[in-house]
C-alpha cells in the first residue's frame, strides 16, 4: 500500500481497487483479472462480516487469511502481491453494549486482525456506544482510534511494521450500505476532514504513537458518491473541488467508500482528485448475482423440467422463509420486495450464497450446463458482453468461465479508473 500512495502523492494518476467481498468467485475473479499484470490486489473483511467472534460468515481474521490464500494458491496468484485489509474496525459490532465493554472487544478485534497478518488497518471508532451521546465528540473519537492503534502497534511484529498501514475517519453512511432511498448526498467538507486529521494527531501523539502516525495512509470521506436499491448518485467533482484540493497538502491520499457502479470514467476522475482508494462490494456479488440469474434462463432451455437446478425458486424461498437479513431494507409490499429481492442495487442476495441449498442449487446449476454446449444465440441472448468476447477469443463458454467473466466487467472498470495507461 505505501508504495502506491508514494507514486500517487509523487504525481501518477494511480489508485487501487478495494475489494469487499468473501464470496469465493469474487475474490477467484479479482485473483484471476491481475494474474499477470503485476499489480497488487486489495481483498478487505468488515468488522461484522470477520472478526475474532466468527461475524456473519463464521471467520475469525486468521480464517479469512487462510480462504484467501487458498483461493490464491488454486489461481496460482502469488501471495506477495495481496493485500489484506480490515474495513470499520472499532465498536460497529457491539454498539448496543457499554463504551468500555465494546472498545475491549474492539481491541481485541484489531489485535487478531493485525497477528493474521491484515496490513491495512481501518481504525474506526466513530459509532456511538449504548452509553454514549450521539453523535460522538470527534476527539473522542480520536482518541478510541488511539487505544486501536496502540493495540495493532503492540501486536505487529517488527517485519509487519513495514506493511502496517492505517486509515482514519468515516463516511456518513452506515457501513453496509443504504437502508433507505437517498435523494441527495453531503459530501465531506474540508474542514471536517481538517479536523479528523487534526484530532487524531493529537491523540496519537498523547498516547505515545508518533510513529505510527507515520503509518496513516489514508481518510476516509464521502466525495459525493452513493446508491441504494434503485439509484445511483454519481461523482460531481465541482462538488469536492475544495475537498480535494486539502489533501494535497497532506502525505496522505482520500478512501472514497460506496463506489460501486459508478461509470469508468468517474473512477478515473475519483483518481485523478486523490480518491485514490476506491472500495467496491454490492456490485461484485451484482455482476454474480445476473451472472447467475443468466445461467439460470440458459438452463431453462436447454435441461429438461425434472433435472434443472430451480436455482430461482430455491433463492425465493430461502430468502423469504429467512427474511433476517433484507426485510428492514426493503419495501414492504411483496410484489415490491420481489423485485427488490431479485434486482436491488444493494444487493442483500450476497448474504445468501453460502446457505447450503442455495449453495447446492448453484452447484447443480453449473454442472447441468457444464454436460451440454452452450449455444452461441443463448449467451448473446443473456450475456451479450461475454459473447462479445467469446468472439474476439478472450473467453471459454464454460459456465464458471462466464461468472468470472461477467464479475470481471466490474474490475475493467476500476482499472480504467486506478490505471493511467488502460483503455
Known amino acids: 500500500m505505501k508504495e502506491i500512495i508514494s507514486r500517487h502523492k509523487a504525481g501518477e494518476q494511480i489508485g487501487i481497487c478495494s475489494v469487499c467481498s468473501a464470496h469465493p468467485l469474487v475474490i477467484e475473479s479479482a485473483l484471476r483479472f491481475d494474474l499477470n499484470s503485476g499489480n497488487k490486489v486489495l481483498i478487505e473483511a468488515t468488522s461484522n462480516q470477520v472478526n475474532q467472534f466468527g461475524g456473519y460468515t463464521g471467520m475469525k481474521p486468521a480464517d479469512f487469511r487462510d480462504f484467501v490464500y487458498g483461493i490464491a494458491q488454486e489461481v496460482g496468484f502469488p501471495r506477495e502481491r495481496l493485500i489484506l485489509g480490515g474495513d470499520h474496525l472499532g465498536p460497529n459490532c457491539w454498539q448496543n453494549e457499554p463504551a468500555a465493554a465494546a472498545m475491549e472487544k474492539s481491541v481485541e478485534l484489531i489485535k487478531a486482525y493485525v497477528a493474521a497478518g491484515f496490513s491495512k488497518i481501518h481504525l474506526d471508532a466513530s459509532m456511538s456506544c449504548a452509553d454514549d451521546p450521539t453523535p460522538l465528540d470527534p476527539m473522542v473519537v480520536a482518541r478510541r482510534a488511539a487505544v486501536l492503534c496502540k493495540a495493532a502497534e503492540e501486536t505487529a511484529n517488527e517485519e509487519q511494521k513495514c506493511h502496517l498501514t492505517y486509515v482514519i475517519g468515516t463516511e456518513v453512511p452506515v457501513p453496509g450500505g443504504e ?93 485523478r482528485d486523490h480518491y485514490a482508494i476506491l472500495k467496491v462490494g ?58 427488490d429481492i431479485h434486482f436491488s442495487l444493494s444487493d442483500r442476495i450476497r448474504y445468501y450464497w453460502p446457505h447450503p441449498r442455495i449453495r447446492q442449487s448453484v452447484e447443480k446449476l453449473i454442472a447441468n450446463l457444464n454436460n451440454v454446449t452452450l449455444p452461441l444465440g443463448l449467451i448473446s441472448q443473456f450475456m451479450p458482453v461475454q459473447f462479445e468476447r467469446l468472439s474476439e477469443g478472450v473467453l471459454t463458454p464454460t459456465p464458471h468461465n462466464l461468472i468470472i467473466d461477467k464479475i470481471q466487467d466490474v474490475l475493467r472498470a476500476y482499472r480504467f479508473g486506478c490505471t493511467p495507461d488502460a483503455a
Open 179 to 271: 437502508a433507505s432511498t437517498i435523494g441527495s448526498v453531503h459530501v465531506t467538507r474540508e474542514v471536517d476532514a481538517a479536523r479528523t486529521l487534526e484530532t487524531h494527531q493529537i491523540a496519537f501523539r498523547e498516547s505515545g504513537l508518533e510513529e505510527a502516525l507515520s503509518r496513516v495512509i489514508a481518510i476516509v470521506v464521502q466525495p459525493g458518491v452513493e446508491f441504494d436499491h434503485t439509484q445511483i448518485i454519481h461523482y460531481q467533482p465541482q462538488a469536492a473541488q475544495a475537498l480535494s484540493a486539502w489533501i494535497k497538502e497532506t502525505p496522505m491520499v482520500y478512501e472514497a467508500h460506496s463506489t460501486d457502479y459508478q461509470t469508468r470514467q468517474a473512477y478515473r476522475a475519483l483518481v
Open 282 to 339: 454490492p456490485a461484485l456479488t451484482f455482476a454474480l448475482r445476473e451472472a447467475i440469474f443468466a445461467l439460470a434462463q440458459m438452463e431453462n432451455e436447454l435441461i429438461s423440467p425434472e433435472q434443472r437446478s430451480r436455482v430461482l425458486e430455491v433463492i425465493d424461498e430461502v430468502m423469504l422463509n429467512e427474511p433476517g437479513y433484507w426485510k428492514k431494507y426493503y419495501r414492504p409490499t411483496w410484489s415490491q420486495a420481489m423485485v
